[in-house]
């Protein structure tokens, strides 16, 4: 049976192919293993001089595998589960800290546990055909793998509302997009040949290559609504929101646990004080909290199991719930 990551050395260049196309390349036990064994190998050998991690099917990561956890999760065998998402976790914080160049070729779509092993690497590559989300809250899930953090402090525009909007909505940074938030730090034309060249070059490469994307960014236009009316609670937000941003708000959202957005936003709040290590434990302990709730399971069967887009969501909960598992 074929591994789904293909990892492989070429010259100095260590390098992780996700293979595991069928399932978009969404993340289990043995490629979170395999991802973490190499990184690890590679950290301390001088015969390794960067990384690159990349897809050779049409999108790079939808995430993670939640069907395969749910079904752990309506079993009750809770341990597995959380020892996944603590190991997935502790990966995303040594990919950030790497000592080495830690490249991602981000071809297609990446979502959740994707933008997990790529997003915190030191270069991000992307084409015009890219784009990224963290729709978890259609899950009945929190935004995690480091994302609560990243997204409050992406360099183009650092923004706890911002932060906020991006995971609260699940919406879809386009290729520009990505590039104006520094979500991506390059964009290029095409990867054909791009592979070969870093192997040669190095990350000089990258810079070679790297165009200016040919569309102009959308989020800019919504940055004035988003600063004024995504402050506070999920419930003072909805308070706020007005106007052309509250029609987007509602759309993005009308498949959106309730309880999942509430939630998420006492994350953010208690993130933007902490660091990316800080944040991780908050995520592992509120999505160990949100995976026992009942809308985890059934947000994955209305969207990846039955696929009917009908989720019979339970009311939110109270801010305090979920406030009380978080640390500040």
Same mark, same amino acid.
């Given at each position: 049976?074929?591994?789904?990551?293909?990892?492989?050395?070429?010259?100095?260049?260590?390098?992780?192919?996700?293979?595991?196309?069928?399932?978009?390349?969404?993340?289990?036990?043995?490629?979170?293993?395999?991802?973490?064994?190499?990184?690890?190998?590679?950290?301390?050998?001088?015969?390794?001089? %960067?990384?690159?991690?990349?897809?050779?099917?049409?999108?790079?990561?939808?995430?993670?595998?939640?069907?395969?956890?749910?079904? %752990?999760?309506? /079993?009750?065998?809770?341990?597995?589960? #959380?020892?996944?998402?603590?190991?997935?976790?502790?990966?995303?914080?040594?990919?950030?800290?790497?000592?080495?160049?830690?490249?991602?070729?981000?071809?297609?779509?990446?979502?959740?546990? !994707?933008?997990?092993?790529?997003?915190? !690497?030191?270069?991000?590559?992307?084409?015009?055909?890219?784009?990224?989300?963290?729709?978890?809250?259609?899950?009945?899930?929190?935004?995690?793998? !480091?994302?609560?953090?990243?997204? %409050?402090?992406?360099?183009?525009?650092?923004?706890?509302?911002?932060?906020?909007?991006?995971?609260?909505?699940?919406?879809?940074?386009?290729?520009?997009?990505?590039?104006?938030?520094?979500?991506?730090?390059?964009?290029?034309?095409?990867?054909?040949?791009?592979?070969?060249?870093?192997?040669?070059?190095?990350?000089?490469?990258?810079?070679?290559?790297?165009? /200016?994307?040919?569309?102009?960014?959308?989020?800019?236009?919504?940055?004035?609504?988003?600063? /004024? %009316?995504?402050?506070?609670?999920?419930?003072?937000?909805?308070?706020?929101?007005?106007?052309?941003?509250?029609?987007?708000? #509602?759309?993005?959202?009308?498949?959106?646990?309730?309880?999942?957005?509430?939630?998420?936003?006492?994350?953010?709040?208690?993130?933007?004080?902490?660091?990316?290590?800080?944040?991780?434990?908050?995520?592992?302990?509120?999505?160990?909290?949100?995976?026992?709730?009942?809308?985890?399971?059934?947000?994955?069967?209305?969207?990846?199991?039955?696929?009917?887009?009908?989720?019979?969501?339970?009311?939110?909960?109270?801010?305090?719930?979920?406030?009380?598992?978080?640390?500040?």
């Amino acid at each position: 049976m074929n591994q789904p990551v293909k990892v492989t050395v070429e010259k100095s260049t260590g390098i992780l192919t996700l293979d595991r196309p069928k399932a978009l390349n969404s993340l289990n036990d043995e490629m979170m293993t395999l991802i973490t064994d190499a990184l690890i190998a590679w950290k301390d050998d001088p015969a390794i001089e %960067q990384v690159v991690i990349r897809s050779d099917a049409k999108h790079f990561c939808a995430g993670g595998d939640v069907r395969t956890i749910r079904d %752990q999760v309506l /079993a009750e065998d809770f341990q597995p589960v #959380d020892d996944f998402f603590a190991y997935e976790y502790n990966t995303n914080l040594m990919i950030s800290e790497y000592p080495k160049p830690y490249i991602a070729l981000m071809n297609g779509l990446t979502m959740g546990g !994707g933008l997990g092993v790529s997003a915190h !690497g030191s270069h991000r590559v992307i084409t015009s055909d890219s784009w990224a989300s963290m729709p978890e809250i259609n899950i009945g899930f929190i935004t995690d793998v !480091g994302i609560s953090h990243l997204f %409050q402090h992406l360099p183009g525009h650092p923004s706890l509302a911002l932060g906020k909007f991006l995971g609260l909505t699940g919406y879809r940074l386009k290729a520009a997009d990505m590039i104006e938030t520094g979500l991506a730090t390059h964009h290029v034309e095409s990867f054909d040949g791009l592979l070969e060249a870093i192997i040669e070059k190095g990350v000089s490469a990258i810079e070679e290559a790297a165009i /200016a994307p040919s569309a102009s960014p959308e989020l800019p236009s919504l940055y004035d609504g988003i600063e /004024a %009316q995504f402050q506070g609670s999920w419930e003072e937000i909805e308070q706020n929101l007005h106007g052309d941003l509250k029609e987007l708000v #509602d759309k993005l959202t009308s498949q959106a646990s309730p309880s999942a957005l509430v939630a998420a936003t006492e994350l953010f709040e208690a993130n933007s004080q902490l660091d990316l290590a800080g944040s991780l434990d908050n995520e592992g302990a509120l999505g160990s909290f949100m995976r026992r709730e009942p809308d985890f399971a059934e947000g994955v069967r209305a969207v990846l199991v039955d696929k009917d887009q009908d989720p019979h969501f339970a009311e939110a909960g109270p801010a305090e719930r979920y406030r009380a598992v978080l640390k500040r």
